[in-house]
C-alpha cells in the first residue's frame, strides 16, 4: 500500500519543453489533486479531479492541463515550460477536503 | 475573500522553549481550519483540525473567532518539531483548500 505516488522525483527542463508528471494512488479515492509549492506563496491548487473522467480548474491552472483517465491515475502535463514553472509539485488524493494525502512531490527546474 | 496569513516565515526556539505558530484567517462565516505539516524529506500531512478539538503530538490550536486567529501551540518544543507548518481553511465557494504561506519552525538543541 504505497499510498500516493509520484515520478519523476526530480527533472530538468529547458523553456519550451513538454513534460507529464505522473500521480497514482491506491487508497481507492474518489478525488485528486494537483499543487504547486513555491517560497513565500504556499501550496496553491492547480486542478483537481472530483471522480474519474471529471477534472476542474483551481487557482493556478494556467500553463497545465491535466488527465484523469481512471480513479487511480492523475497526470499533470506542461505542454510548453516557462522558467514561472520551476515548482515542487504535489499530488493529492482524498475522499473529503480535511482528509487529503499528499504525495512525495515533484521538483521542478525550468531553464 | 478568503485568505489564510501566516505572518512568520521563520520561527526559531530553543529545545523546552513554548512554540506558537500563528494563523490569521479572513472568512465570511465559520470556517473549516486545518494545521499541515510538512518534515524534511517527507510528504506533506495532517496535523490537527479545529473541529476535533485534539492535541496531536503535543501540539493544540484553538479557534479565536473575536481574533479571527488559529494559532497551533506547544509548550515545550522539541528537535523532531522542526519542520515546515501550513495552516489551511477550506473555502466556503470552492469547496477547496486554501492554504497560508507557511513557517518554518527551528528547533535547536
Known amino acids: 500500500n504505497a499510498g500516493v505516488t509520484q515520478t519523476p522525483k526530480f527533472q530538468v527542463l529547458k523553456t519550451g519543453q513538454s513534460m507529464t508528471l505522473q500521480c497514482a494512488q491506491d487508497m481507492n479515492h474518489n478525488s485528486m489533486y494537483w499543487y504547486r509549492q513555491d517560497p513565500g506563496m504556499g501550496l496553491r491548487l492547480i486542478y483537481y479531479s472530483a471522480s474519474e473522467g471529471t477534472t476542474d480548474k483551481g487557482e493556478v491552472p494556467n500553463g497545465y492541463n491535466v488527465s484523469r483517465l481512471n480513479k487511480r491515475e492523475f497526470s499533470l502535463r506542461l505542454e510548453s515550460a516557462a522558467p514561472s514553472q520551476t515548482s515542487v509539485y504535489f499530488c493529492?488524493?482524498?475522499?473529503?477536503?480535511?482528509?487529503?494525502?499528499f504525495g512525495p512531490g515533484t521538483r521542478l527546474l525550468v531553464l | 475573500a478568503q485568505r489564510v496569513t501566516q505572518p512568520e516565515k521563520l520561527l526559531s526556539v530553543f529545545k523546552g522553549a513554548p512554540v506558537e505558530l500563528k494563523c490569521n484567517y479572513s472568512?465570511?462565516?465559520?470556517?473549516?481550519l486545518f494545521w499541515y505539516v510538512q518534515y524534511s524529506r517527507q510528504r506533506l500531512q495532517l496535523l490537527l483540525r479545529?473541529?476535533s478539538r485534539e492535541s496531536i503530538k503535543g501540539f493544540t490550536a484553538d479557534l479565536n473567532k473575536g481574533e479571527t486567529s488559529f494559532h497551533l501551540k506547544k509548550p515545550f518544543a522539541q528537535e523532531e518539531d522542526s519542520a515546515m507548518y501550513y495552516c489551511a481553511l477550506i473555502s466556503y465557494n470552492t469547496d477547496k483548500l486554501i492554504f497560508g504561506t507557511g513557517t518554518r519552525l527551528q528547533v535547536f538543541p
Open positions: 493529492a488524493g482524498g475522499q473529503t477536503q480535511e482528509t487529503q494525502y
Open positions: 472568512y465570511s462565516g465559520s470556517p473549516e
Open positions: 479545529h473541529i
